[in-house]
């Protein structure tokens, strides 16, 4: 594959992911006490599916299949962006994948069940706090303001009186 068709693939696949969570985060904002519908979670699995073959597209195209390399290249972006050479962010990536992963197996093999308001706004702080990260380092500037300010948003709308008790 040449570079320009891999880094268009690259872009291509996490936007398409980034739009399956959108998906998710206005079904839980709607109707944050019920379970996903089948629909929703072949959203969500699709997007999961997406996001792992853009890590891998990412890797192949740009890093070569080198995790040192990935490193790197995180640690160069870490410290232009914040002037911290830290290339450790690449492991909250994979801790990210893995984790849509198992929430996505675990709706299909217990599609009924209907998942906390903790856990919820857990799982959307993680996937706000990655596609704020992510925006900030990799996306164009419009992303930059419009993306935080609509998952900020949409949380504060959602969660507001997250219960202390139960949830």
């Known amino acids: 594959m040449d570079q320009p068709t891999g880094e268009l693939l690259v ?10 969570y959108v998906v998710r985060l206005l079904h839980d904002v709607r109707r944050p006490a019920t379970s996903m519908p089948r629909w929703l979670l072949g959203v969500w699995t699709a997007g999961c599916g997406l996001m792992m073959v853009h890590v891998l597209l990412a890797f192949g195209v740009y890093h070569h299949w080198s995790h040192a390399e990935a490193y790197a290249s995180t640690a160069r972006q870490t410290a232009e962006l914040t002037g911290f050479d830290w290339g450790g962010g690449i492991y909250f990536n994979y801790v990210f994948v893995v984790f849509w992963l198992v929430d996505a197996v675990l709706n299909w093999l217990v599609p009924q069940r209907v998942t906390s308001s903790r856990y919820r706004l857990v799982l959307h702080i993680v996937f706000a706090f990655m596609m704020f990260n992510a925006t900030f380092v990799f996306g164009p500037i419009v992303w930059k ?3 935080p300010l609509v998952v900020v ?13 139960r949830g």
Not at 11 to 20: E, G, I, K, N, Q
Not at 153 to 165: D, E, F, I, Q
């Open 145 to 147: 303001l419009v993306v």
């Open 153 to 165: 948003v949409a949380l504060s709308r959602s969660y507001k009186s997250v219960p202390v008790g």
């Open 11 to 20: 872009r291509w696949t996490v936007r398409l992911a980034v739009a399956c």
